[in-house]
């Protein structure tokens, strides 16, 4: 089993639809939790960062932390073809270490 | 401007050619990391540093070295470059490893 995995997609929506992302993670001791977006020949960006269980919103993006089964989910509300791009999970994984570990990456279409 | 500057932006050389790629942050942070994208695989972590002089290995370090003898500069170096190390690298640093961390423009690397 990867330590974090990600549907590579590529998942497609329309223009004004939610757009939902999945990340599930193998570790159940981790505590930090990140989405980043990138573009095609970009450098990843910073979108939602998530410590706690529940739902942390932050203007269209909610992301969704269940530590109890291992997933963190990015949900992007009334998707514009300007989110088209790569969405990368990444995990703090605690044992002992201070590694990071990203997703492959979902790639998300938003069409008009 | 807070950024991540990472040099150069392209480099395509030959095989066994030693070289250097520089990364220094202006943002006082503690942890830096350098990472390998490859299609695919997406992002792997190679090398991390919690702070001065404190390095740890990744998850892909072999073939890699890095020094950190000033908090804003983290350089990868290349003693050895064969074509498997073909790809592109970025920069990333952050307050620490659990908080989000910024990355630099990215350097692709072309070993013949």
């Known amino acids: 089993q990867k330590e974090v995995e990600q549907n590579s997609g590529p998942l497609s929506v329309p223009e004004g639809a939610i757009a939902s992302l999945n990340c599930t993670y193998s570790?159940?001791?981790?505590?930090?939790f990140f989405w980043y977006r990138q573009y095609s020949g970009k450098s990843p960006e910073l979108i939602m960062f998530?410590?706690?269980?529940g739902d942390k919103e932050d203007g269209r993006f909610t992301a969704q932390l269940n530590k109890a089964s291992q997933y963190v989910s990015l949900l992007i509300r009334d998707s514009q073809p300007s989110d088209s791009a790569t969405y990368l999970c990444?995990?703090?994984?605690?044992?002992?270490?201070?590694?990071?570990?990203f997703g492959t990456g979902t790639r998300l279409q938003v069409f008009p | 401007e807070a950024q991540v500057t990472q040099n150069p932006r392209y480099l395509i050389t030959v095989t066994g050619k030693k070289l250097t790629v520089t990364c220094s942050q202006n943002?006082?942070?503690?942890?830096m990391s350098w990472y390998r994208q490859d299609p695919g695989l997406g992002l792997r972590q190679i090398y991390y540093?919690?702070?001065?002089?404190?390095?740890d290995k990744g998850d892909v370090p072999e073939g890699y070295k890095v020094s950190r003898k000033e908090k804003r500069n983290f350089p990868l170096i290349l003693e050895s470059p064969s074509p498997n190390q073909t790809s592109l690298y970025f920069c990333?640093?952050?307050?620490?490893?659990?908080?989000?961390?910024?990355f630099g423009d990215g350097t692709r690397l072309s070993i013949l």
């Open positions: 990333a640093s952050s307050q620490g490893v659990d908080q989000p961390q910024h």
């Open positions: 570790d159940r001791g981790s505590q930090s």
């Open positions: 998530i410590y706690s269980n």
């Open positions: 990444a995990v703090r994984f605690p044992y002992n270490t201070d590694k990071l570990i």
């Open positions: 943002m006082n942070h503690e942890y």
């Open positions: 540093s919690m702070n001065v002089e404190v390095t």
